[in-house]
């Protein structure tokens, strides 16, 4: 049996799913499942939204060369749902991430600069 979380991703994937049409999809299979309850850990800086305003995008930036090759603005449902499936990410970064998503904070959550080559994941 496919996962329908995968099933939703690859229709997004292949164009026949818009990402805000997969959104609410994603939103009721992730009540359905229940989400993950994160470990304590080191805190990422980032600002507290005011109230009824939570984050509803996360940006993800990649710069190779000096150059910017990626900047991408995916909608916080369906970023929540990808966390898992993106290569790189460690369990440590993905529970940083999902603690900055339950307390409705935004800024970068996720920083890595090498020079000329860096990673930015930002909640907007």
Same mark, same amino acid.
């Given at each position: 049996?496919?996962?329908?979380?995968?099933?939703? !991703?690859?229709?997004?994937?292949?164009?026949?799913?818009?990402?805000?049409?997969?959104?609410?999809?994603?939103?009721?299979?992730?009540?359905?499942?229940?989400?993950?309850?994160?470990?304590?850990?080191?805190?990422?800086?980032?600002?507290?939204q005011?109230?009824?305003?939570?984050?509803?995008?996360?940006?993800?930036?990649?710069?190779?060369?000096?150059?910017?090759?990626?900047?991408?603005?995916?909608?916080?449902? !369906?970023?929540?749902?990808?966390?898992?499936?993106?290569?790189?990410?460690?369990?440590?970064?993905?529970?940083?991430?999902?603690?900055? !998503?339950?307390l409705?904070?935004?800024?970068?959550?996720?920083?890595?600069?090498?020079?000329?080559?860096?990673?930015?994941?930002?909640?907007?």
């Amino acid at each position: 049996m496919t996962d329908p979380i995968d099933e939703v !991703l690859r229709l997004v994937a292949e164009g026949r799913l818009t990402a805000e049409e997969a959104a609410p999809v994603l939103d009721a299979l992730q009540a359905a499942g229940g989400g993950d309850d994160a470990a304590a850990g080191d805190k990422p800086d980032l600002e507290e939204q005011p109230a009824g305003t939570p984050p509803r995008a996360l940006r993800v930036e990649v710069t190779e060369g000096g150059r910017r090759v990626v900047n991408l603005r995916i909608p916080l449902s !369906l970023g929540r749902m990808a966390l898992d499936r993106v290569p790189g990410l460690t369990g440590d970064t993905i529970t940083r991430i999902r603690e900055a !998503l339950d307390l409705g904070l935004t800024g970068p959550i996720v920083v890595v600069d090498e020079g000329e080559d860096a990673v930015r994941i930002v909640l907007e």
